[in-house]
């Protein structure tokens, strides 16, 4: 079959289209065809080595790595254990690699059943980070109904469907930040209360504004650099800021004493750690679906790019040029 395969870092042109084993599904395992692989920031920074670095406390990879965490596609075998209702289905998957590839293997309770008629480019572009924007407004805090939040870089994937949760939880205001007016166009289409331009010195004052003077219960925070500080101008007294990124850099250290005269709290957020916790991934996974299917969650597909040209989708990412996602079609 055909996949894309990382034999080293680097640029995106190391992304190369190779001849590769069709894989085997083992135990609960189920081989799909894969009919659309979404493309995520994460899948940059797996590129790039940067989680192969001590500096950054998590998971690397090690080579050959077929990138993709995110597929949609028919389930043509099964492992021995394998759940049997599972054969012939389309699924939407989340994985820890493979879904750059003709074919991918998924653990079975990985997989969530979606209608035939279901958008396969729509769909793809959830599990990964759709997982990620659920498990942070359900896991890594508990948004409530009433409560207002502010995301980051919402033109993009996590931080559209994010937005799109935060409204089916009841939030609000909810408000974006994008930097082009493109990109706010999109989260206000999405349901966002009021999208901001963060590229401007005053958007701390703005999202003060819009909440009345007191500033967002919880802060959705991927950007890093001089965004991180100037979060705590506009969190309000016992407000959550989350981070799950860092697309502009670390920024400057943090100071944990200065959480203690607003009764603020900073938590963190990292997908794999809850790879095996499948009850919760599976719910959330199942969330997301049923909301894509009623009409609730939508992600507008930037492009659809053919699997050989992976490198073209990881540049537009880097390029910023995306609004909602890309996915690849093998
Ligand atoms: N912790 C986890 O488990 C986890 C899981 C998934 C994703 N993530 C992180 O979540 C963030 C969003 O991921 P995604 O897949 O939704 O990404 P995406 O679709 O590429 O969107 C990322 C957005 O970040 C903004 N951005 C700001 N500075 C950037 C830069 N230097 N390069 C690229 N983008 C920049 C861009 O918006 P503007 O142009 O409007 O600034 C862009 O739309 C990423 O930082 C990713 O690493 C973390």
Redesign the pocket.
């Known amino acids: 079959m055909k996949a894309i395969q990382l034999n080293a870092f680097g640029e995106a042109d190391v992304l190369g289209l190779s001849d590769v084993e069709v894989p085997v599904p083992r135990d609960e395992e189920v081989l799909i065809r894969v009919s659309a692989a979404g493309v ?3 899948d ?2 797996q590129r790039l080595g940067v989680y192969n670095q001590a500096s950054t406390r998590v998971g690397g990879i090690s080579f050959p790595h077929v990138p993709g965490s995110q597929a949609v596609g028919t389930v043509v075998a099964l492992g021995p254990t394998a759940n049997r209702a599972l054969h012939g289905r389309k699924v939407v998957a989340h994985v820890r690699k493979g879904a750059y590839a003709e074919y991918l293997i998924a653990p079975g309770p990985d997989c969530v059943v979606v209608p035939d008629d279901a958008d396969e480019a729509v769909l793809a572009a959830i599990p ?2 759709g997982l ?1 924007a659920y498990c942070l407004l359900t896991a890594s805090t508990v948004l409530k109904a009433g409560e207002s939040i502010l995301v980051h ?1 919402a ?5 559209s469907i994010a937005v799109q949760i935060a409204k089916i939880m009841g939030a609000g205001p909810v408000i974006a ?4 007016p493109e ?1 706010r166009d999109y989260a206000l289409a999405m349901g966002a209360d009021f999208a901001i331009d ?1 590229e401007r010195p005053d958007w701390p004052s703005q999202v003060l504004q819009a909440t009345g003077g007191r500033g967002v219960d919880v802060l959705l925070e ?2 890093g650099g001089d965004v991180f500080e100037r979060n705590f101008e506009c969190l309000a007294d016992f407000g959550r800021c989350v981070i ?5 850099g670390p920024g400057k250290p943090v100071e944990p004493r200065r959480l203690m005269t607003r009764c603020q709290s900073l938590a963190g ?4 750690v809850l790879y095996d916790d499948v009850e919760r991934t599976s719910q959330g996974l199942q969330f997301l679906v049923d909301h894509v299917v009623a009409g609730n969650i939508n992600v507008r597909i930037a492009e659809e790019i053919p699997l050989a040209e992976a490198c073209r989708a990881h540049r537009m ?2 390029g ?1 040029e ?1 609004i909602g ?1 890309v996915v690849l079609r093998p």
């Open positions: 995520s920031f994460v940059v920074r990964m980070q990620t870089a033109g993009g994937g996590v931080g930040t994008a930097a082009t990109k963060y991927s950007i799950f990124g860092s697309a502009r957020f990292y997908l794999p990412l880097e910023r995306v996602a």
